[in-house]
């Protein structure tokens, strides 16, 4: 026989076995009403942490790729710029090198121009020094004499002084010209009266040489010149030779030796 307790306790549990699935629903739309609303904010939290922590990465990731690029390129930079300087140097280096050789070739064509100019005047005082013989020899073989920087030629026939100088020029020479006391005992070595080159012709009293040049040092014999009992004595000859001062004027007409002079 069931009791009170008994029967009690069983219709509880029927009735509680029975309200299962009225509170299971009943649990699950508390479920449902109590986390649809609190489960969006943690949502967006979760996607915004996720999408923070990503935006981190990626500027981490910039940033890291940033700093790598700067120190590359600064890197790069640091040896641009030492290529830039080492080539400067081996530019300016390369410069003064050419420099260097530019004013060694002009020096050097300093140099063979000098040498040239020596070469040709070396050569030019060859030809000079060979014509100067050769006219040595012509003289010599000519008969003429050889003193102090001339040639000097007596001749072996008279004549007028203009055509005693006639003859002298036609032999590329001309009347004899006394500028010193060397010359003037040269001349008194020969004893015949000859002409010498030296009038006044052209002037009264202005004794000229054949040269054109003015008397300065002259050797007049004592008494001379005097265009000796009135005559016109304007050409001079060597006369008295025993004496230093020998020179003695006379009419141009008369006819004496004469002395070429040639001076080489």
Not at 197 to 207: I, S, V
């Amino acid at each position: 026989m069931v009791s009170l307790e008994e029967e009690l306790e069983l219709s509880m549990t029927y009735e509680n076995f029975e309200d299962v699935p009225a509170r299971k629903a009943a649990s699950r739309r508390s479920v449902e009403d109590f986390n649809v609303p609190a489960a969006a904010p943690g949502m967006k939290m979760y996607r915004l942490v996720v999408v923070s922590f990503g935006l981190l990465c990626i500027l981490q990731a910039a940033l890291n790729i940033s700093l790598r690029l700067t120190l590359y390129l600064e890197a790069g930079c640091n040896n641009l710029t030492e290529e830039r300087d080492d080539l400067k140097r081996t530019l300016e280096n390369y410069v003064s090198q050419q420099n260097s050789l530019t004013e060694e070739r002009d020096e050097m064509k300093r140099i063979n121009l000098d040498l040239e100019a020596g070469r040709n005047l070396l050569t030019e005082e060859n030809h000079g020094l060979k014509r100067t013989l050769e006219e040595y020899a012509h003289y010599l073989q000519q008969g003429w004499v050889y003193f102090s920087g001339s040639f000097y030629r007596i001749s072996s026939t008279m004549k007028p002084w203009q055509d005693s100088r006639r003859d002298c020029q036609q032999r590329g020479a001309d009347l004899m010209i006394i500028n010193s006391q060397e010359e003037q005992d040269f001349s008194r070595q020969y004893k015949n009266i000859i002409w010498i080159g030296l009038m006044d012709r052209d002037t009264e009293g202005e004794w000229t040489w054949v040269d054109g040049t003015q008397l300065t040092t002259s050797f007049w014999h004592s008494g001379e010149p005097n265009n000796y009992d009135k005559r016109n004595e304007d050409c001079v000859n060597i006369n008295h030779h025993d004496h230093t001062n020998s020179w003695n004027d006379a009419p141009c007409e008369n006819e004496y030796f004469w002395i070429c002079e040639k001076k080489m």
